[in-house]
């Protein structure tokens, strides 16, 4: 199970890489997203993927999951969707306002506005 | 457990909120933050004091005690930078009433001020490092806003190229957060100094380090990550620049401080050599930016690199008296930086240009605005009796000691260029001929000039009376020498 996450974080990885890499601004927003995601994977992953019970205790469950990676991922996906969502919005404004969505438009010295 | 402890991200909090109802008024804004920056000094001192008699106080929330639950633990470090987070807010606060303008006043500037110093306070007060990422992103959604607040094209542009970066090194330090825990199974910072130091850092452990140094490189700009600096610091209105060369890099900076005197020091010839060959040539790049452009705002934003340099030396180097250099230099950058930033926008406002060959002769009709520049140009550059000056040198006496010889030469040509870099601004600036006729009447440009002088004349005493504020700092720098008087008040052993 393990192994499967691991190509699996590797695979979002790679597709963020490939994404952010490009010119247009939506395609580096979406390779962030998936940056986002492989890495909150990877925090579950690396937690342990044990397949136990929920953990509150009871007596007939002896196997917890350990719920800290959750409480983790929890936080760190609110905070990934509100700063892609103010992403969006600012690429959207930077389009009305610049006329481009071309990344390489977007250079030059900070004098030429 | 003492709630004194959480104060100083509550009180923001607890304003910022109040401020959303009134964003309509705008004078009432203004006295309600005016107020609350007052009454947050107020609390940093009385936690600084209160840190110097008691010792590291730590808040368990929710009374969950370390390592389980979250845990708030100010140590003397960590209050001492709060209270001057405090000072400069106050400072860039008064300074926003006469320059920020009213259309971005009623666009909550000001709550979004409150909740960038939630985001700092936060970071320097937490003791686990997952809330050290939570407070990280409450800063960085403010510093988005602040950034774009306004709209105008290059701050648009180059708002999108800060919020990209940014999300690519949260993602890192996610990542790196994952790994960690897997390798020790714990996110509070000091059960994991004490697991390191049971498995004396192997090397994964060293690979994490350098993970998070990318990080907080990233936040702090050290030398291969720092590109995308100038050109963001560039963008906004001068307020929130001062707020930001002042304090968004420095908790970058403090970050640094506490993983690797905290957590990573066991493999100090790897990670520290590591981290000051990065140090030097992060001083190298920012003196190579700062002599090389004409442009006012530009020399200021390269010094944040230098200074980002000589502190990061300073760590790299590890004994008591260059880490009690690198924490008088980091409060001293943070007070100067921001007054450098608002005397520099006075400048920029004036001449209505901020390439200094279109300035000029300003020390005729504003001599006050000149001599404060002044003062602040050579207490950057570290002439004693200012408060630049005891840092380095205790940077240097640490460097010395450990033999780092060129690292020493790096530093000491540094502050000679730094002292020409400003200069060149007074020089073209205040001395020669004025090159129009300027309009802005003395009246306006010392309104403005109050809150740099505040922060010039603090700085000053601050140098002046380094010797009464040594205890402080010594007592700061032995916690972090001796991680164990850490671990001892955050674990209760």
């Given at each position: 199970?393990?192994?499967?996450?691991?190509?699996?974080?590797?695979?979002?990885?790679?597709?963020?890489?490939?994404?952010?890499?490009?010119?247009?601004?939506?395609?580096?927003?979406?390779?962030?997203?998936?940056?986002?995601?492989?890495?909150?994977?990877?925090?579950?992953?690396?937690?342990?993927?044990?397949?136990?019970?929920?953990?509150?205790?009871?007596?007939?469950?002896?196997?917890?999951?350990?719920?800290?990676?959750?409480?983790?991922?929890?936080?760190?996906?609110?905070?990934s969707f509100g700063v892609t969502s103010f992403l969006l919005v600012l690429a959207y404004r930077t389009y009305q306002?610049?006329?481009?969505?071309?990344?390489?438009?977007?250079?030059?010295?900070?004098?030429?506005? | 457990?003492?709630?004194?402890?959480?104060?100083?991200?509550?009180?923001?909090?607890?304003?910022?909120?109040?401020?959303?109802?009134?964003?309509?008024?705008?004078?009432?804004?203004?006295?309600?933050?005016?107020?609350?920056?007052?009454?947050?000094?107020?609390?940093?001192?009385?936690?600084?004091?209160?840190?110097?008699?008691?010792?590291?106080?730590?808040?368990?929330?929710?009374?969950?005690?370390?390592?389980?639950?979250?845990?708030?633990?100010?140590?003397?470090?960590?209050?001492?930078?709060?209270?001057?987070?405090?000072?400069?807010?106050?400072?860039?606060?008064?300074?926003?009433?006469?320059?920020?303008?009213?259309?971005?006043?009623?666009?909550?500037?000001?709550?979004?001020?409150?909740?960038?110093?939630?985001?700092?306070?936060?970071?320097?007060?937490?003791?686990?490092?997952?809330?050290?990422?939570?407070?990280?992103?409450?800063?960085?959604?403010?510093?988005?806003?602040?950034?774009?607040?306004?709209?105008?094209?290059?701050?648009?542009?180059?708002?999108?190229?800060?919020?990209?970066?940014?999300?690519?090194?949260?993602?890192?330090?996610?990542?790196?957060?994952?790994?960690?825990?897997?390798?020790?199974?714990?996110?509070?910072?000091?059960?994991?100094?004490?697991?390191?130091?049971?498995?004396?850092?192997?090397?994964?452990?060293?690979?994490?380090?350098?993970?998070?140094?990318?990080?907080?490189?990233?936040?702090?700009?050290?030398?291969?990550?720092f590109q995308w600096l100038p050109g963001s610091y560039y963008a906004p209105p001068i307020p929130v620049i001062a707020?930001?060369?002042?304090?968004?890099?420095?908790?970058?900076?403090?970050?640094?401080?506490?993983?690797?005197?905290?957590?990573?020091?066991?493999?100090?010839?790897?990670?520290?050599?590591?981290?000051?060959?990065?140090?030097?040539?992060?001083?190298?790049?920012?003196?190579?930016?700062?002599?090389?452009?004409?442009?006012?705002?530009?020399?200021?934003?390269?010094?944040?690199?230098?200074?980002?340099?000589?502190?990061?030396?300073?760590?790299?180097?590890?004994?008591?008296?260059?880490?009690?250099?690198?924490?008088?230099?980091?409060?001293?950058?943070?007070?100067?930086?921001?007054?450098?930033?608002?005397?520099?926008?006075?400048?920029?406002?004036?001449?209505?240009?901020?390439?200094?060959?279109?300035?000029?002769?300003?020390?005729?009709?504003?001599?006050?605005?000149?001599?404060?520049?002044?003062?602040?140009?050579?207490?950057?550059?570290?002439?004693?009796?200012?408060?630049?000056?005891?840092?380095?040198?205790?940077?240097?006496?640490?460097?010395?000691?450990?033999g780092a010889y060129f690292g020493m030469a790096v530093v000491l040509i540094s502050s000679l260029m730094v002292l020409?870099?400003?200069?060149?601004?007074?020089?073209?600036?205040?001395?020669?001929?004025?090159?129009?006729?300027?309009?802005?009447?003395?009246?306006?440009?010392?309104?403005?000039?109050?809150?740099?002088?505040?922060?010039?004349?603090?700085?000053?005493?601050?140098?002046?009376?380094?010797?009464?504020?040594?205890?402080?700092?010594?007592?700061?720098?032995?916690?972090?020498?001796?991680?164990?008087?850490?671990?001892?008040?955050?674990?209760?052993?």
């Open positions: 199970m393990e192994l499967l996450m691991a190509i699996v974080i590797g695979i979002l990885f790679m597709c963020a890489t490939y994404l952010m890499l490009s010119k247009s601004i939506l395609r580096i927003i979406i390779g962030t997203g998936l940056l986002s995601h492989g890495a909150h994977l990877l925090i579950l992953t690396m937690g342990g993927l044990k397949g136990g019970s929920v953990p509150l205790l009871s007596d007939d469950v002896t196997t917890y999951v350990d719920p800290l990676p959750q409480a983790l991922i929890l936080t760190a996906i609110v905070i306002e610049l006329g481009t969505d071309d990344m390489e438009e977007m250079r030059g010295t900070e004098a030429n506005e | 457990m003492n709630n004194l402890t959480f104060m100083p991200v509550l009180w923001p909090l607890f304003t910022g909120i109040l401020l959303i109802f009134f964003v309509k008024k705008i004078k009432l804004q203004r006295g309600i933050s005016l107020f609350s920056s007052l009454f947050g000094i107020v609390i940093s001192l009385y936690l600084v004091f209160s840190v110097h008699t008691q010792g590291i106080l730590t808040l368990g929330v929710g009374s969950w005690d370390a390592p389980f639950g979250i845990v708030i633990v100010a140590d003397m470090l960590s209050s001492l930078l709060v209270l001057t987070t405090n000072i400069i807010g106050l400072a860039i606060l008064i300074y926003s009433f006469y320059s920020i303008g009213e259309e971005r006043e009623r666009h909550y500037y000001y709550p979004v001020f409150q909740f960038l110093l939630i985001g700092v306070n936060g970071a320097f007060l937490t003791g686990d490092l997952f809330n050290l990422f939570v407070f990280f992103e409450v800063m960085l959604m403010a510093s988005y806003v602040l950034l774009v607040l306004g709209g105008t094209k290059v701050q648009l542009r180059e708002s999108l190229k800060y919020i990209i970066v940014n999300v690519l090194s949260s993602s890192f330090f996610v990542i790196m957060v994952a790994y960690l825990y897997s390798v020790l199974g714990t996110l509070n910072m000091a059960d994991i100094s004490k697991r390191i130091a049971e498995v004396n850092q192997p090397g994964i452990i060293s690979v994490i380090a350098i993970g998070f140094l990318i990080v907080f490189g990233l936040k702090g700009a050290i030398f291969p990550l707020l930001f060369g002042a304090l968004l890099t420095k908790v970058g900076i403090y970050s640094i401080f506490r993983t690797y005197t905290l957590m990573f020091y066991h493999d100090q010839d790897f990670t520290h050599t590591f981290l000051a060959i990065l140090a030097i040539l992060t001083i190298i790049i920012g003196v190579i930016g700062a002599i090389a452009y004409w442009d006012v705002k530009k020399i200021i934003i390269y010094n944040i690199i230098i200074a980002v340099g000589v502190i990061i030396f300073g760590i790299s180097i590890m004994n008591g008296q260059a880490l009690s250099g690198s924490i008088i230099y980091i409060i001293h950058d943070m007070l100067i930086k921001a007054a450098l930033f608002l005397l520099v926008g006075i400048m920029i406002k004036i001449s209505g240009s901020d390439d200094l060959r279109d300035m000029g002769g300003l020390i005729k009709q504003y001599p006050a605005l000149a001599w404060t520049f002044f003062i602040a140009a050579i207490s950057l550059a570290g002439i004693p009796p200012f408060s630049g000056f005891a840092g380095k040198l205790l940077i240097l006496q640490g460097a010395a000691e450990k020409y870099s400003v200069m060149k601004i007074f020089m073209n600036g205040f001395w020669g001929t004025p090159k129009a006729d300027y309009a802005l009447s003395n009246n306006t440009v010392n309104k403005m000039l109050v809150p740099a002088v505040l922060l010039v004349i603090i700085s000053v005493l601050f140098g002046v009376g380094t010797e009464s504020i040594y205890p402080f700092i010594t007592q700061a720098a032995d916690t972090l020498m001796n991680p164990d008087i850490y671990i001892k008040a955050v674990l209760k052993e």
